[in-house]
């Protein structure tokens, strides 16, 4: 009952910054806490930034804190990611995520995921 679709990702140079936006559709997403992550090649799926189940509350991973900001729009069912000061250690595709349990770093607590968008920082 959930669909998930990211947007905006593309190629950046480093310092510059980048807006990506992940539209929602269904009846139960009001109900599910929303999350990013990103995997680059090679490597392990990675906790990004997420919203506690009340949306009060934002959640970062260290290596973006200060330049990542997670933020939504609630009547346009649409959660973005703002990324500014990027660098090159940032390129990965991104995805975002809907969580029905558990913690919010855990992706194998996320039962749906979008199709994921690519953001490439060149040096």
């Known amino acids: 009952q959930v669909q998930l679709v990211e947007s905006g990702g593309g190629l950046v140079q480093a310092g510059g910054s980048l807006r990506l936006s992940c539209a929602a559709s269904?009846?139960?997403?009001?109900?599910?806490?929303m999350g990013w992550f990103r995997q680059a090649p090679g490597k392990e799926r990675e906790f990004v930034a997420a919203?506690?189940?009340?949306?009060?509350?934002?959640y970062y991973a260290d290596p973006v804190k200060g330049r990542f900001t997670i933020s939504r729009d609630n009547a346009k069912k649409t959660v973005y990611l703002e990324m500014n000061s990027l660098k090159p250690e940032d390129t990965a595709v991104y995805y975002c995520?809907?969580?029905?349990?558990?913690?919010?770093?855990?992706?194998?607590?996320?039962?749906?995921w979008g199709q994921g968008t690519q953001v490439t920082v060149s040096s």
């Open positions: 995520a809907s969580r029905s349990r558990g913690h919010y770093y855990a992706s194998r607590d996320y039962d749906y």
């Open positions: 919203f506690s189940w009340s949306g009060g509350l934002t």
């Open positions: 269904g009846r139960t997403f009001s109900s599910y806490a």
